[in-house]
């Protein structure tokens, strides 16, 4: 089975912090990608990775950076957090070809004081 | 914009009963569609696609989905609800045509399955 683990369930932060948040996949997957979760917004799609240091903005990439240095690994970094940045964040990965369905992270459920 | 949309925010449904879950999409080309279900405090987990093929598709925990071309639906079914079953279900779309599989997800359709 895939599987997708993420640093953090939870995670406090204080307004102005830098936060890290990590992804690791363990099925060689090409693909990564960075969501977050409001009530009533659904997912909306940060940036995602499709190679090693390879990277594209999402939907709304404002506030977000990411790093991929190796294929397993993909981080989400909040240069300065803010409190509008307090949500769910989803991590996912699939592979370049078939099977298409992304596969899902626990989350991390981030709170910004 | 490749798309989909959950026009419901809520469904109940008594136990034992029939449950449909709405969706509809607009995309250019061959759909390709997806459910997903979370459970509380989960991510996400994958419970069936549509690709090509036969319309009618099952997937994992009793669920099926029916495809409709003309309707531009993908509605998410389960012949007899389960009190389990409540969760938030989630429908999706592919919107590149190769390599990323970039998904965009629907808002999401939070299920209550009433003893």
């Known amino acids: 089975d895939v599987k997708v683990t993420q640093s953090s369930r939870y995670l406090v932060k204080r307004t102005g912090e830098k936060v890290f948040l990590e992804c690791v996949q363990d099925m060689d997957h090409e693909n990564m990608f960075w969501y977050r979760q409001d009530p009533g917004l659904g997912l909306r799609l940060i940036y995602f990775s499709y190679d090693v240091k390879m990277k594209e903005k999402g939907d709304i990439p404002e506030g977000y950076s990411v790093s991929r240095e190796k294929k397993e690994r993909f981080s989400l970094i909040l240069e300065s957090a803010s409190t509008n940045q307090t949500s769910m964040y989803l991590c996912a990965s699939n592979p370049g070809g078939p099977p298409y369905e992304q596969y899902f992270g626990p989350g991390t459920r981030l709170t910004v004081t | 914009a490749q798309s989909v949309a959950q026009p419901e925010d809520q469904v109940n449904v008594a136990e034992g009963n029939p449950l449909t879950v709405k969706c509809t999409y607009s995309?250019?080309?061959?759909?390709?569609l997806f459910w997903y279900v979370q459970y509380p405090n989960r991510g996400l987990q994958f419970l069936l696609k549509?690709?090509?093929?036969?319309?009618l598709v099952k997937g994992s925990y009793g669920f099926e989905a029916e495809f409709n071309k003309s309707q531009t639906s993908f509605h998410l079914k389960k012949p007899s609800a389960l009190v389990s079953d409540s969760a938030l279900y989630f429908c999706?779309?592919?919107?590149?045509?190769?390599?990323?599989?970039?998904?965009?997800f629907g808002k999401g359709n939070q299920v209550v399955v009433i003893p």
């Open positions: 549509y690709i090509t093929g036969d319309n």
């Open positions: 995309v250019s080309g061959n759909p390709y």
């Open positions: 999706a779309v592919r919107v590149t045509p190769y390599g990323n599989n970039r998904l965009a």
